[in-house]
């Protein structure tokens, strides 16, 4: 398969994995294979165990890839890590959840960058850069 060899040569030793929750919420998980751990994200901070199973699945696939050992039994995983939490609202998950990946992709600790306060801002900040690389 293409996606198990693009696995192979990921160079990384950290992967961001969005997670979908039924077609109708965001969370994400960061997968530090360095470290060996796995970190949730949810904006309502209610991760489930079963969010912490799709990132292990993913961590599993690629050492597989690698062949690595997928065995995670000595692995840290944290299935609700605090974060900003989302309030107020039920449609600012992506949002959020494209700000942890963000800061965790510029090595910022996003404790305290954003806020649901912010929510406004962000995302016409995130459709002006996304039309202006469109347009490049």
């Known amino acids: 398969h293409t996606r198990d060899s693009f696995y192979r040569k990921l160079d990384g030793n950290k992967i961001a994995c969005p997670i ?3 077609n109708a919420h965001w969370c994400c998980a960061f997968i530090d294979f360095t470290a060996r751990e796995i970190k949730c994200y949810d904006p309502y901070q209610n991760a489930r165990p079963a969010h912490a199973a799709t990132a292990a699945n993913v961590a599993a696939h690629v050492l597989r890839c690698r062949g690595e050992s997928t065995d995670l039994s000595s692995w840290t995983v944290d ?3 605090a974060g900003p939490m989302q309030v ?9 959840v494209t700000c942890y990946l963000m800061c965790e992709a510029m090595g910022i ?3 305290r960058v954003f806020r649901q306060a912010d929510m406004p801002f962000i995302r016409d900040r995130l459709a002006y850069e996304l039309l202006m690389a469109t347009e490049s």
């Open 79 to 81: 299935e609700n890590a």
């Open 88 to 96: 107020n609202n039920a449609i600012d998950c992506g949002v959020f």
């Open 109 to 111: 600790n996003h404790h």
């Open 20 to 22: 979908n929750v039924d």
